[in-house]
């Protein structure tokens, strides 16, 4: 089944430790993005990657890292999470960047920094 | 101005309406446009994938682009209490990233 994999799916953490949400998608897509979705913003693209080793900043990357080494992963890594982090995060995938094919997105984590 | 704006709602209406979810953007170089449906809890999936102006079909749901008025439109027939969810609008070039609505919440009422 083509399936875009996040992990975890939920997480409480606190203030300054470090933390990383992994994804993982096994269509061999080449173009993966990171997103986070608040209330009335809506979804905004944090970082996004055209292909191994080729990553960029998207929208909102303050507070953010990301790393391709593989095709297939593209973990989000929180340095030194702080409250204003707190969010729904998404990682997508797709055939081509752009609006040149539809993204296929996971199924979301819910993050909690107190 | 953000470049694709979406009227947040909440929309209510009855079972077996036809519904009309709508967008406009600004961006004349979106060439692709999407919906997607996003369940509570859940990731958005894909729904409709339209290329330039015109009418898309698929099953109960049509997808229209209008270029010229830059505006987009999601029409939902025979419309089930299964469709209640949070659609989401995009758009989108040959380069650049995928821009997305703030979605609008719809609730079809048995």
């Given at each position: 089944e083509a399936q875009?994999?996040?992990?975890?799916?939920?997480?409480?953490?606190?203030?300054g430790k470090k933390l990383t949400v992994t994804c993982s998608q096994n269509m061999n897509h080449e173009y993966m993005s990171w997103y986070r979705q608040d209330p009335g913003l809506g979804l905004r693209q944090i970082y996004y990657s055209m292909n191994v080793e080729v990553t960029d900043k998207g929208d909102v990357p303050e507070g953010y890292k990301v790393s391709r080494k593989e095709k297939r992963n593209f973990p989000l890594i929180l340095e030194s999470p702080s409250p204003n982090q707190t969010s729904l995060y998404f990682c997508a995938s797709s055939l081509y960047g752009g609006g040149l094919s539809g993204a296929f997105f996971g199924q979301g984590t819910r993050l909690t920094v107190v | 101005q953000k470049e694709v704006e979406q009227d947040p709602g909440p929309l209510s209406v009855p079972e077996g309406a036809i519904v009309s979810l709508n967008c406009t953007y600004s961006n004349s170089a979106f060439q692709y446009f999407m919906w997607y449906r996003q369940y509570s809890r859940k990731g958005p999936e894909l729904l409709m994938y339209?290329?330039?102006?015109?009418?898309?079909?698929?099953?109960?749901?049509?997808?229209?682009?209008?270029?010229?008025?830059?505006?987009?439109?999601?029409?939902?027939?025979?419309?089930?209490?299964?469709?209640?969810?949070?659609?989401?609008?995009?758009?989108?070039?040959?380069?650049?990233?995928?821009?997305?609505?703030?979605?609008t919440k719809l609730s079809v009422k048995p």
């Open positions: 875009v994999t996040q992990n975890p799916r939920y997480l409480i953490t606190v203030t | 339209t290329y330039s102006s015109g009418n898309k079909e698929d099953g109960r749901f049509t997808a229209q682009v209008d270029k010229s008025s830059k505006y987009i439109s999601l029409f939902i027939r025979d419309s089930q209490p299964s469709d209640s969810a949070t659609y989401l609008c995009a758009g989108g070039g040959s380069q650049g990233n995928l821009i997305f609505g703030k979605g």
